[in-house]
């Protein structure tokens, strides 16, 4: 079969690793790809933005599946293009892709099928005063505000004090994002901890992926502002069998029906932002609509079967006929190392150095996520440059691997955290 992964980061480095292990696999195909991903697929200068010509170039090659990585291509509607010249594809149409393309469409959703989530109201840019005095009904900071639409992972602001607040409110739908804060999402702060989950989705079946658990702050002990993510750890041990189980009955289950019902019908990984207490259990934070970067590193790297035929299913129909993925018990973890100036302006062009000896390191695999060839040269070109992904006995093991790999990467304007998977090793995992 031949396979076309739309992307250039660490998420499609890691589906296309784990698809060339296939024996299904004859030729995978990425577009655009990245340097890391050359080394295991036939690169096409395409971007993935650029739905005609993704259009064009699967007219031409008719791949027998294409996998989306990123969510701007679902919400731009690639999938429907690909389906409308019978094509297959793992990802929703632009319908279903509201789900992450719009938090006030994904909010209003989840209130009408009664899928737990935090109280909210949605604002428009004529409403800046009522949506400061909305903040009047909450008993106390922080607030939490999200741009309605894609904002690359930055659109969501904890706000600790009022006028933080206020002044947060007046940026957005001010057009901090663009058309992304035309409109907003004001909603409670939800105490608990936070999780990923990930479902298999074929618009009449989902069953369980994996679970993960990512640290979207940039600086260590979850400080500073929201990122893509700097790291990432599977299994998540607040995702127990008994935790996945209710995610699936109380949220994705009723999703799934929901959006079919709506004439939505969802194809490919559903990917649940939660927040798990012990008073109200699971609740959603956020959808998204694609794999998770970095979580996918960590769930790719755990699978123990050929995903080939689930994916397949998921864009095909069929899911409920296929037998569920298997996983090894061992954990997981990706230490994500962005380049100096990340979450804003990051420092491009760096060169570097020490690929080979990190990637030797026993259990240790390296995704590249923001990098370019130059010559003889890997140069950094983004803000999360690489993946340093690691398996072990125990996680403890896993991060050390991640650690020892990243210290013998030799990049002078890199930087990770430094505590990725600190929640379940402090759990003595």
């Known amino acids: 079969m031949k396979i076309l992964i ?23 195909m990425a577009a655009p790809g990245n340097p890391g991903i050359a080394e295991l697929a036939d690169c096409v200068p395409v971007a993935a933005d650029n739905i005609e010509g993704l259009v064009d170039l699967a007219r031409l090659e008719r791949p027998n599946l294409v996998i989306v990585g990123p969510e701007v291509a679902l919400v731009h509607g690639l999938a429907d293009r690909l389906r409308e010249i019978d094509i297959p594809v793992f990802g929703p149409s632009a319908r279903a892709a ?10 209003d959703f989840m209130a009408r099928y009664n899928i737990p989530t935090a109280r909210y109201r949605r604002f428009n840019s004529e409403q800046a005063t009522e949506a400061k005095a909305y903040l009047e009904t909450f008993d106390s900071p922080p607030y939490v505000l999200k741009a309605d639409g894609l904002a690359a992972g930055k659109g969501v602001v904890i706000a600790e004090t009022r006028a933080e607040a206020e002044a947060e409110i007046d940026a957005m739908l001010g057009g901090k994002f663009g058309n992304a804060s035309s409109s907003m999402v004001i909603e409670e702060f939800m105490h608990g901890e936070e999780a990923s989950f990930f479902a298999l989705c074929d618009g009449e079946t989902a069953v369980p992926l994996a679970g993960a658990q990512d640290h979207k702050r940039v600086g260590d002990g979850d400080t500073g502002p929201n990122t893509g993510g700097m790291g990432a750890y599977s299994p998540a041990p607040i995702l127990d069998e008994v935790m996945q189980q209710r995610v699936m009955d109380e949220i994705v289950t009723p999703t799934i029906a929901g959006m079919k019902k709506d004439g939505r019908p969802y194809r490919g990984v559903l990917f649940v932002g939660l927040m798990i207490d012990d008073r109200h259990g699971p609740r959603v934070i956020e959808y998204n609509v694609r794999f998770g970067d970095p979580e996918c590193q960590v769930i790719m790297t755990r699978l123990k079967e050929d995903p080939l035929p689930q994916l397949l299913a998921c864009a095909t129909g069929g899911l409920a006929g296929c037998k569920r993925l298997e996983r090894f018990s061992d954990p997981a973890v990706t230490v994500v190392m962005a380049s100096a100036g990340y979450p804003g302006e990051p420092k491009k062009g760096g060169v570097i150095r020490g690929l080979d000896k990190a990637d030797d390191v026993e259990g240790v695999t390296i995704f590249h996520a923001g990098t370019a060839r130059t010559g003889d040269d890997i140069i950094a070109n983004g803000g999360r440059v690489l993946n340093v992904t690691a398996t072990g006995k125990t996680l403890k093991e896993a991060v050390g691997r991640a650690y020892r790999a990243v210290d013998l990467i030799d990049w002078t304007d890199g930087f990770c955290r430094r505590d990725i998977g600190w929640r379940a090793l402090a759990r003595d995992v």
């Not at 980061?9 to 299904?24: D, F, N, T, V």
């Open 6 to 28: 739309v992307g250039s980061g660490g998420r499609e480095h890691a589906l296309a690793w784990r698809l060339k292990q296939s024996p299904r696999v004859t030729q995978i």
């Open 98 to 107: 509201m789900l992450e393309g719009s938090k006030g469409f994904s909010k």
